[in-house]
């Protein structure tokens, strides 16, 4: 069993509350993502899982095992860093095999495992070369390997990519997930970037200031946001948050569940289902138009708010034309105007 559980885990340093209440399980098996902006506290938990920190309360389980206090030596984790962590000195194998030489593994079992973590990172013709001859993705790659023949159910990833290009963060991303599922890992992955998240989780926790805001599949993030700030953290472009002005409030005081006032209310509504209408809607301006290829991206002013908007390829739209929105009411997402809480959705019907 590798299984992690967290149980009303907390951390401050002084004054400091780092975390609070932090609870959560990722099941054995699957990669669960912390996501969140700077600061929130997701690699403040994951080096509490590694054992590099320690909780001022509550408690930390691995496969059934209490291990809030033991150090990192006696969880049976292999971790992958930000930075590499490679010695300039030693060459890609050395690399590859520095843990497994500490904890004096036989030689012909070294040589097993090297060449099984090699061919399955491309790294077998690489084994010679010290890290500085190496691109950025091959060195993520020796990071991966040296976490591969470690032979542990538990890796813990704190944000990997963050140093690669684009174009390699996608391939790289691609390739972890691989690697988890053939090798049936339990991981635990820290990253700031959604579109990081929403591709590889099978659960994400969505963390901000210290606490968890929500927990669930990408899908149940991305469809049903739990909070204000997970609608405009997930998705890309993020969700428009819409204050009711009175041509909203006027619209939406018939559809709303009963007892909820249209001005304690934020209106949660994606770009993508915003439509430009030919005749009925409300009167929005353009400001700015980027187009990105296989859609545009039409940022908008809707009385004294801005609103956001993706078409399907290029539309001849410029800065100041005038157009009519308009988007179905199911797509609605409601939010106390207090808290940020979700309210529940309004009827279905068109807006």
């Known amino acids: ?53 320690t909780p001022t309360s509550g408690r930390i389980e691995i496969g059934g095992k209490d291990v809030s206090y033991l150090p990192p030596v006696k969880r049976n984790i292999s971790m992958v860093f930000q930075n590499y962590a490679l010695f300039p000195h030693l060459n890609v194998a050395e690399n590859i095999l520095f843990g497994l030489k500490a904890r004096k593994v036989s030689l012909p079992e070294q040589k097993k495992r090297l060449e099984n973590a090699a061919g399955l990172l491309g790294l077998s013709d690489f084994l010679d070369r010290k890290p500085a001859q190496l691109s950025g993705g091959q060195r993520q790659r020796v990071a991966l390997g040296r976490a591969i023949v470690a032979q542990v159910s538990v890796c813990l990833m704190d944000e990997p990519l963050s140093n ?7 391939e790289m991303r691609q390739e972890i997930r691989f690697l988890q599922q053939r090798l049936k890992m339990t991981m635990i992955y820290v990253t700031h970037d959604q579109v990081e998240a929403m591709t590889i989780a099978d659960k994400i926790i969505l963390m901000k200031d210290g606490h968890i805001e929500q927990h669930g599949t990408p899908e149940a993030l991305y469809n049903r946001p739990e909070t204000a700030f997970a609608g405009s953290f997930i998705g890309n472009p993020p969700m428009n948050i819409l204050t009711p002005e009175p ?25 993508e289902n915003i439509k430009i209408s030919e005749d009925q809607g409300m009167e929005a301006r353009v400001e700015t138009v980027e187009y990105l290829g296989a859609d545009t991206l039409i ?52 807006l």
């Open 164 to 170: 690669l290009d684009a174009k390699l963060r996608q």
């Open 1 to 53: 069993m590798s299984a992690i559980i967290l149980k009303n885990v907390d951390k401050s340093w002084g004054r400091f509350q780092a975390l609070t209440q932090i609870n959560f399980k990722c099941e054995q098996g699957q990669l669960l993502v912390l996501l969140g902006p700077s600061g929130c506290g997701k690699s403040t938990t994951l080096r509490l899982i590694a054992g590099l920190e």
């Open 247 to 271: 041509v909203l409030m006027e619209m939406l005081s018939s559809r709303l569940p009963g007892g909820i006032n249209p001005e304690s209310c934020q209106i949660g509504i994606r770009p």
């Open 299 to 350: 940022a908008c002013r809707f009385g004294q708010q801005n609103i956001t908007l993706t078409v399907k390829g290029k539309t001849g739209l410029t800065a100041g034309d005038p157009l009519k929105l308009r988007w179905e009411a199911d797509h609605i997402h409601l939010f106390d105007a207090s808290n940020g809480r979700r309210l529940e959705n309004m009827e279905r019907g068109n």
